[in-house]
């Protein structure tokens, strides 16, 4: 097979190789995806879901940024909810349950219809690389492929092995071949790489379950979804439900344990340890008599359900006695057991900022195989590391967006000033700069940004000019509007917060814990004339112009803290230093940042073990 040149091939069509097939391509780079089954875009692996707490604000960053997996998200939903509504708006995060198969079909349409973008359908084998610059890939049909740049996004396949109790054997997922000789050639070329290992719970038939003995859970009534431009919105949703399991499930399961390949040592990579088996839960907090499951439905017309909590890599025969000792399981039947992956992934550390690989030069790498878990996580760096390819082949500096612009950059930063030592998942917790961070306001944090660079279109971007014209008229009306007592002071009083006696600013009020936006609107006749609740633009500008007069002290207090710090990430480390001159270090950081290379001082003080005295030492060394 002939191929022409190509700027950029993306290898694997998952979460990540589609996000960043779709960003270079939509730049105006000419791609190449090249996956080894094209009926399979985005294949959720795993739970059928996405966002969820910390990962909705992912998913509504790469939105904001100008990907496709919002959108996507927002077609395929079955199923909305907020979480943490009850929490302050920084913990907010939007979370869908996904029709597993629309949302591969869904990716497949969009990518289809982006210019730019070829497929081929086919395993790469391995990659072209002149000196420390590669040039393409080589594949097993179509021989060699020339491009600039690379961006590997192999996911769990390299080299992955799949353990189901004493049973092993080689494959990338389920039914799915494994990939061989990337891991080979990239340690041959001075990389390092180790393993990690993930695991899926059992698929149930739902004609099967007793759904009267479960607690079932809807979905919220008002859906927000994912994307700042997506009008389309789910009229109907199906729900999920709540199980538990008990002493005598997890007696069961015990008997198992002598077969599994993590207690018997045949799994050698490290699980997450936030996204535990069951059997990993069961030994580690022994004194709990139950866990609670999820049943989630796979979409809308199957009757394939997903056992949130129950993942095991336990001997079949035992997953299914211990499933049917569940209330409400007893007849159920499986479609498949579920099984632990252990994979190859690279330590992170040996990238750049920009994703880039520091050993060879035009080489990216993308999603699960940096040692993370998860859709979002994977999404936003293959966005990342698109935009990347493209602006290195183009000699424009690489976009590295900041710990205080997104989650996105907390996660990268992470991943290459921390490295990993199991699969590493987003948390609202990993986050300085939470109340910044929030899920309403990722377009006005990131889209005029990625219009003027040429990602996000001239749609996206009128409707953040739209909506911060709204926020602005919301806020100077509620700031400038006066309440007077005998309008307001029985809500007050049914509030439990302390009558007023004389007339106050609307905004001053809403600075009160006790009162929200939408009961004064309904409370007062000049605001309900004005704003119409019933109008969803209206009342998602009105939730923000809330937020931002509610919290003000607080954002303008992490404003000024990322400010400061963000000094040093202006002072540049050259990156030959020799640490080893500066004995006023300690022996450990002089390791740490032998080992991790950072580019700034602000990355170098985000490594564990460099204590702010060694980041004086730096910057005095460097004249600050
Ligand atoms: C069993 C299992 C359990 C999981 N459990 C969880 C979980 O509990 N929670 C969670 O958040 N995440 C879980 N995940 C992880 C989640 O699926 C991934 O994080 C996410 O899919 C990673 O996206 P990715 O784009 O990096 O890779 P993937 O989605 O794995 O996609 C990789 C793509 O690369 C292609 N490919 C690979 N090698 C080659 C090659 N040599 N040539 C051509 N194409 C190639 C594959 O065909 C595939 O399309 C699980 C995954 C698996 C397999």
């Known amino acids: 097979m002939i191929f022409e040149p190509y700027d950029i091939i993306v290898v694997g069509a998952g979460h990540s190789g589609c996000e960043a097939a779709a960003a270079a391509a939509n730049l105006g780079s000419r791609v190449l995806l090249v996956t080894m089954d094209l009926r399979l875009f985005a294949s959720m692996s795993c739970n059928p879901a996405m966002g969820g707490v910390a990962k909705g604000q992912i998913v509504r960053e790469i939105d904001a940024l100008g990907g496709y997996s919002g959108i996507v998200s927002d077609r395929t939903m079955i199923q909305f909810r907020m979480l943490n509504k009850s929490k302050g708006p920084a913990m907010w995060s939007p979370r869908c349950q996904s029709d597993k198969m629309m949302f591969s079909a869904e990716w497949r349409r969009m990518l289809e219809k ?90 149930i038939d739902g004609r099967t379950i007793d759904f009267s003995k479960l607690i079932e859970q809807k979905g919220d009534d008002d859906v927000v979804g994912f994307s700042y431009i997506e009008p389309f919105r789910i009229q109907k949703q199906r729900s999920c439900w709540i199980a538990h399991t008990s002493l005598k499930v997890h007696e069961t399961l015990r008997k198992g344990f002598k077969y599994s390949p993590m207690f018997n040592g045949r799994i050698q990579g490290v699980g997450p ?44 025969d035992i997953q299914y006695e211990a499933l049917r000792q569940i209330e409400g399981f007893e007849n159920a039947k499986i479609y498949r057991p579920g099984y632990a992956i252990e994979y190859d992934y ?86 300085e700069y939470r109340i910044l961070l929030r899920q309403d306001n990722a377009d ?82 000049f605001l309900s004339e004005k704003f119409n609740l019933s109008d969803r633009f209206t009342k998602e500008c009105l939730e923000e112009a809330e937020i931002q007069i509610k919290y003000e002290s607080y954002i303008n207090k992490e404003y000024e803290l990322a400010e400061k710090l963000s000094r040093l990430e202006n002072v540049k480390l050259p990156s030959d230093f020799d640490y080893h001159q500066l ?42």
């Open 114 to 203: 982006t210019s730019n973008l070829d497929f081929w359908q086919d395993t790469v084998t391995g990659l072209i690389i002149e000196g420390d610059q590669v040039r393409g890939v080589r594949t097993l049909m179509g021989g060699d492929i020339h491009s600039k740049a690379v961006v590997l996004s192999n996911g769990t396949f390299l080299n992955g092995i799949i353990h189901i109790g004493e049973k092993h054997f080689s494959g990338g997922r389920m039914g799915e071949n494994a990939s061989y000789g990337i891991t080979e050639q990239l340690k041959e070329a001075g990389f390092e790489s180790k393993r990690l290992k993930t695991g899926t719970p059992v698929r």
């Open 273 to 316: 340890r936030y996204c535990p088996s069951i059997e990993d839960k069961i030994e580690r907090f022994s004194g709990k008599d139950s866990h609670q499951l999820f049943v989630e439905p796979e979409g809308w017309n199957v009757e394939e359900y997903y056992l949130n909590g129950f993942s095991s890599s336990l001997p079949d």
């Open 346 to 431: 690279f330590p992170p550390e040996q990238l750049h900022h920009s994703l880039e690989t520091r050993l060879v030069h035009g080489l990216f790498f993308a999603g699960q195989i940096n040692g993370t878990t998860g859709y979002e996580e994977a999404a936003g760096q293959g966005l990342m590391a698109g935009i990347n390819a493209h602006r290195v082949i183009h000699d424009l500096e690489p976009l590295v967006l900041s710990r205080s612009q997104a989650y996105i950059g907390v996660l990268i930063d992470d991943l290459i000033t921390k490295g990993v030592d199991e699969p590493y998942r987003m948390f609202t917790s990993r986050a």
């Open 444 to 525: 006005s944090r990131l889209t005029a940004m990625s219009y003027e660079m040429g990602l996000a279109k001239e749609d996206r971007y009128q409707a953040l000019l739209r909506k911060q014209d709204k926020v602005s008229e919301i806020i100077n009306c509620l700031s400038e509007a006066y309440v007077h007592p005998e309008e307001v002071n029985t809500l007050l009083e049914r509030n439990q917060s302390s009558v007023i006696d004389q007339k106050v600013r609307v905004s001053n009020l809403l600075l009160r814990p006790q009162i929200a936006l939408n009961q004064l609107i309904e409370t007062l006749p």
């Open 583 to 624: 004995t006023s270090l300690s022996y450990e950081s002089r390791e740490k940042l032998i080992r991790y290379k950072p580019e700034t001082l602000g990355q170098a003080s985000r490594i564990s073990g460099i204590s702010p005295a060694d980041i004086s030492v730096l910057a005095i060394f460097l004249g600050r």
